[in-house]
């Protein structure tokens, strides 16, 4: 309090207590004299000489003489402003967490780690979206929530959460539930497992939203994407009838390239929509000799020089026909680079190794191996051996060694062969 022991012998204890306290205490002391019962605990605040507050806590004893006769009070008072400020902090901190908890778009909860997921705690945030009461859960009293996962995921979901346990990582999932009213909905969840300082999984804890609406919005979008691949597909499947119909000698190069390209990605490992890019680029890769004259194309004798340098003009015609057209992979930049070489010898830009694209170096070997093996107005088709034989002498020199292997292994290991 700041005064001494003779200072306080001489004060009133209104002089270090408010109003209130003073008629707290004034009631607690009167109940023991009233009843000559101690009272061991009691929280009051005091005054310090400074003027700043302290909590004490305080028990109190009613103080008798030899004749029974009611003479005063003892007591015993111990500083818990520290402990009282440290509350009020804790308090401070739930009535925050509860906030936080109250406006999250889903339900926080702590269950046990059994088959029913048992509920120990859950927020409630739980009934907009299952349309269930936090006290149901709790204890499975009216449903255990495991029940609102949709069969299929049960299983999934516990094995999976078992084996993140194991590794003690954090579990992140999306999976439908039933809600009361049967309605489906999607649910992403990320958990974790709580453990004990000697190791033992105590509980988990995490935290469930609903992403219904974005499921839809993804569904809907996948669906527009598929129709426009299959409008593109119709397009570019359309400009390559256009090609081929003035090339009437290379009539279907262009598929059974796209065909070997895809399957040369596939094996590769390329994902779905990068593999899909492919064939359509290969689809069209011979889309700039609409601009050269047919009797070029279609010339049974070799061809002089300027008919040559005009061929070479085809992979750039091509780009300036598709640059403006979006598609949803680099079409035009893979038609521009079909004929670049990997030591830099290709045209028309003379790009090497990894300044070609991908897409375009797995082309160019397909390219390359349609056209030894088929048939062509100036010579007769050379075979498949002699088609793989050119891409294996030149693999790592003009070909992408990765693609002339995966091209290999299609025909050798796999008895790819165009169809």
């Known amino acids: 309090?700041?005064?001494?022991?003779?200072?306080?012998?001489?004060?009133?204890?209104?002089?270090?207590?408010?109003?209130?306290?003073?008629?707290?205490?004034?009631?607690?002391?009167?109940?023991?004299?009233?009843?000559g019962i101690p009272i061991k605990v009691f929280d009051w605040e005091l005054i310090r000489k400074d003027g700043s507050k302290c909590f004490v806590e305080?028990?109190?004893?009613?103080?008798?003489?030899?004749?029974?006769?009611?003479?005063?009070?003892?007591?015993?008072?111990?500083?818990?402003?520290?402990?009282?400020?440290?509350?009020?902090?804790?308090?401070?901190?739930?009535?925050?967490?509860?906030?936080?908890?109250?406006?999250?778009?889903?339900?926080?909860?702590?269950?046990?780690?059994?088959?029913?997921?048992?509920?120990?705690?859950?927020?409630?945030?739980?009934?907009?979206?299952?349309g269930y009461r936090p006290d149901e859960f709790i204890g499975n009293k009216t449903v255990c929530y495991n029940e609102i996962v949709q069969p299929d995921f049960r299983e999934p979901?516990?094995?999976?959460?078992?084996?993140?346990?194991?590794?003690?990582?954090?579990?992140?999932?999306?999976?439908?539930?039933?809600t009361r009213?049967?309605?489906?909905?999607?649910?992403?969840?990320?958990?974790?497992?709580?453990?004990?300082?000697?190791?033992?999984?105590?509980?988990?804890?995490?935290?469930?939203?609903?992403?219904?609406?974005?499921?839809?919005?993804?569904?809907?979008?996948?669906?527009?994407?598929?129709?426009?691949?299959?409008?593109?597909?119709?397009?570019?499947?359309?400009?390559?009838?256009?090609?081929?119909?003035?090339?009437?000698?290379?009539?279907?190069?262009?598929?059974?390239?796209?065909?070997?390209?895809?399957?040369?990605?596939v094996e590769m490992g390329l994902d779905a929509n990068r593999t899909d890019g492919i064939r359509m680029s290969g689809v069209i890769h011979d889309l700039g000799k609409m601009g050269i004259p047919a009797e070029i194309l279609s010339k049974p004798s070799k061809l002089t020089d300027i008919e040559y340098r005009l061929i070479k003009?085809?992979?750039?015609?091509?780009?300036?026909?598709?640059?403006?057209?979006?598609?949803?992979?680099p079409i035009a930049q893979i038609v521009i680079q079909h004929h670049e070489r990997y030591n830099g010898s290709g045209y028309p830009d003379g790009l090497k190794g990894d300044e070609i694209l991908l897409e375009a170096r797995i082309i160019g070997v397909a390219d390359v191996v349609e056209a030894i093996a088929s048939y062509r107005p100036y010579r007769p088709g050379l075979g498949l051996e002699k088609a793989l034989g050119e891409i294996t002498q030149n693999r790592g020199i003009l070909y992408d060694p990765a693609v002339v292997d995966a091209c290999l292994r299609l025909f050798i290991e796999k008895g790819y062969r165009f169809q």
């Open 157 to 178: 979901l516990w094995a999976k959460w078992q084996d993140l346990l194991e590794r003690k990582a954090t579990f992140e999932d999306e999976y439908p539930i039933i």
């Open 313 to 329: 003009t085809h992979p750039q015609a091509g780009y300036d026909i598709l640059k403006d057209v979006e598609f949803p992979w």
């Open 58 to 130: 305080t028990g109190v004893s009613l103080l008798m003489d030899s004749n029974n006769v009611k003479t005063g009070f003892s007591g015993i008072a111990r500083d818990v402003t520290e402990r009282k400020r440290a509350e009020e902090a804790l308090k401070d901190r739930e009535r925050t967490l509860a906030t936080l908890i109250g406006n999250l778009p889903g339900f926080v909860y702590r269950c046990a780690n059994d088959r029913d997921w048992t509920m120990e705690f859950i927020s409630n945030g739980c009934l907009d979206i299952t």
């Open 1 to 35: 309090l700041g005064y001494s022991a003779d200072e306080l012998m001489d004060k009133n204890n209104r002089e270090y207590v408010d109003d209130e306290n003073a008629k707290k205490i004034f009631k607690v002391y009167n109940e023991v004299y009233r009843t």
């Open 181 to 265: 009213d049967g309605e489906t909905r999607w649910v992403w969840e990320r958990g974790t497992g709580i453990y004990s300082a000697d190791g033992q999984l105590l509980f988990l804890e995490g935290f469930i939203t609903d992403i219904t609406k974005r499921k839809k919005s993804d569904t809907e979008l996948d669906n527009s994407f598929k129709r426009l691949r299959v409008a593109l597909g119709g397009t570019i499947q359309a400009l390559a009838v256009a090609v081929e119909t003035r090339d009437p000698y290379t009539a279907g190069h262009q598929k059974k390239v796209a065909d070997l390209s895809r399957a040369i990605a």
